[in-house]
């Protein structure tokens, strides 16, 4: 069974400086999709970020960019010139390509101090 | 602009209740999916449906039942409602590319 590992509970960051969240997965898969999810206090979910594991290049939206190693099976967000507006939990998934359900880390809570 | 509305939006029940949450979606998806979240577990997959009158068991669905009569609508229902089953509901969407999941706001249940 796919999993995927967060194995950090919480990470903090100065404003404007940059941040990089970790995730982990374990898949027997060679065609998958991987998302970066943030919810911020309003609790609603927003997508990051999206990797197609065929794709060799990372992905980047804006302040946003991955680290996709497919043979070591990571998957990290880095967040540039960190913004107080990018506080929130940050969530890791991964979808099998032969179906649409997600299976999803269990979260890094991300502080932005001022 | 197409939205997934989830109602309601905060619930607090009594065990052994039958309670049930409503999702809507205007996207025209196919595929619909119920979420429980729990602090140090992430999302958790209950339920979900890839078109009218299809509807599968996702990792926690105990508990739990859902049906799909049309296309916009996939309702959770608590059969019969359990402290353990308290926590944070979400509806989610998606289209034929999977290309992301469109959320509700969530429902917050509390069973007393």
């Known amino acids: 069974a796919q999993t995927v590992t967060q194995s950090q509970p919480e990470m903090s960051v100065q404003e404007a400086e940059t941040v990089t969240l970790s995730c982990t997965y374990d898949?027997?898969?060679?065609?998958?999709?991987l998302f970066w999810y943030k919810q911020p206090p309003s609790r609603q979910m927003i997508l990051v970020i999206r990797?197609?594991?065929?794709k060799q290049q990372n992905a980047t939206e804006n302040r946003f960019s991955v680290n996709f190693q497919k043979a070591a099976k990571s998957f990290s967000l880095k967040i540039s010139d960190s913004q107080l507006g990018d506080a929130a939990m940050y969530f890791c998934?991964?979808?099998?390509?032969?179906?649409?359900?997600?299976?999803w880390g269990a979260g890094t809570k991300l502080i932005i101090k001022p | 602009d197409a939205e997934i509305t989830q109602s309601p939006r905060h619930k607090i029940t009594e065990t052994g209740r039958q309670v049930t949450l409503a999702c809507h979606q205007t996207?025209?998806?196919?595929?619909m999916f119920w979420y429980r979240q729990d602090l140090g577990h992430g999302l958790r997959l209950i339920h979900y449906?890839?078109?009218?009158?299809?509807?599968n068991k996702g990792e926690v669905s105990d508990g739990y039942s859902v049906s799909r009569s049309n296309t916009e609508d996939l309702p959770l229902t608590l059969e019969s409602a359990a402290s353990s089953q308290t926590s944070v509901y979400f509806c989610?969407?998606?289209?034929?590319?999977?290309?992301?999941?469109?959320f509700g706001p969530g429902t917050r249940l509390t069973v007393t």
């Open positions: 998934a991964y979808r099998r390509n032969s179906n649409y359900q997600l299976i």
């Open positions: 996207w025209n998806h196919n595929n």
């Open positions: 990797q197609e594991a065929y």
């Open positions: 449906s890839y078109g009218v009158q299809d509807t």
């Open positions: 898949t027997s898969e060679s065609d998958y999709y």
């Open positions: 989610a969407s998606t289209g034929t590319s999977g290309d992301e999941q469109y």
